[in-house]
């Protein structure tokens, strides 16, 4: 099966615009948790629906959206969006390399997205036909990582809802005219601040925190700090690769990780990073894993020097 990944992000820090945003269309989806003043939302739009309707949906946001389309098959394309007008429109197609931006110049646009022009005008070419599909491919993934947006390969509604009920996203599920999923836990991060879009463009995705659980036994929450450092290094180092990254994933891993020292009692740190990877391995939340078995144990000992700093 070929790539189809559409995603809308909405620039702002709190998950409940995005929630706003699916409601005033009357849409269902998924609305994850802000991660580098990005929210992305999945709406439950059938592939193949006309782009008029996706059109007439994102004039009804706020702030600055963008709405970004990856088809392995044929083209990427993205439509930038700000107070509801577009404003810049992209199209590259693979066959024979004809592009075509809209709406105004590179320069103009590397200025609203705060990004280097010369970067820009790398990977949004006016005409491809010089380059191989795999290049202009490649300026798609190299324009998300510009921009910070996170989650942009193999992402879509189609895929969220696949697995939803393995990975986690069912808790962030959102019904078009009812309470979503995870509507108690406000913008998913316990931040109560009202819902704001921000102005300003990201430079790069903050990595993820180390995570502290509420519902964690007082016994066992030392092995819960050590397990989401430990994540937390092999994140940050680009060694484990999630199937969604998202805070609500991460949280679910080190639980897991947590749950294999309670069932299997160790006795060595060797024991605790050989269970460990053998859960990672297994996990659904994994789509694979990078590191060696000296740069596990490197992870797990700089964790266990994190955890003993912030109990000192």
């Not at 930038?80 to 024979?96: M, T, V």
């Not at 092995?223 to 805070?247: C, G, M, N, P």
Request: proline content about 5%; hydrophobic content about 40%; glycine content about 6%.
């Amino acid at each position: 099966m070929s790539e189809f990944s559409e995603s809308v992000y909405i620039h702002t820090s709190q998950r409940a615009d995005g929630i706003q945003w699916l409601r005033d269309t009357g849409t269902e989806g998924y609305v994850l948790e802000p991660r580098g003043n990005w929210v992305q939302v999945f709406p439950a739009w059938p592939r193949g629906l006309d782009d008029e309707v996706k059109d007439t949906c994102l004039k009804k946001s706020s702030g600055l959206v963008l709405y970004y389309r990856f088809d392995a098959d044929r083209c990427w394309s993205f439509v930038l969006y700000r107070e509801g007008k577009a404003l810049f429109s992209y199209q590259c197609l693979w066959d024979d390399g004809a592009c075509a931006m809209e709406g105004g110049s590179v320069e103009e646009l590397a200025a609203l997205l705060a990004v280097s022009d010369a970067d820009l005008n790398q990977l949004l070419p006016d005409d491809g036909s010089d380059r191989s599909w795999e290049q202009l491919m490649d300026n798609a993934a190299e324009f998300a990582d510009l921009l910070g947006l996170p989650n942009y390969a193999w992402a879509s509604f189609e895929y969220a809802d696949l697995d939803a009920d393995m990975t986690g996203l069912d808790e962030l599920f959102v019904d078009a005219d009812g309470e979503d999923e995870d509507e108690d836990e406000g913008n998913g991060d316990g931040d109560s601040t009202p819902p704001t879009n921000s102005s300003a463009m990201p430079n790069a995705t903050p990595p993820a925190e180390p995570l502290r659980s509420p519902d964690v036994d007082a016994p066992w929450q030392a092995v819960y700090d050590l397990a989401s450092h430990f994540l937390k290094h092999l994140h940050d180092e680009e060694l484990i690769e999630l199937t969604l990254d998202s805070r609500l994933v991460r949280d679910r891993l080190v639980e897991r990780l947590t749950k294999t020292v309670i069932e299997n009692p160790v006795s060595s740190d060797a024991q605790v990073v050989h269970h460990w990877l053998e859960n990672l391995m297994t996990a659904p939340e994994i789509v694979d894993i990078f590191a060696t078995d000296d740069m596990l144990s490197d992870a797990f000992m700089r964790a266990k020097e994190d955890v003993a700093e912030s109990q000192a």
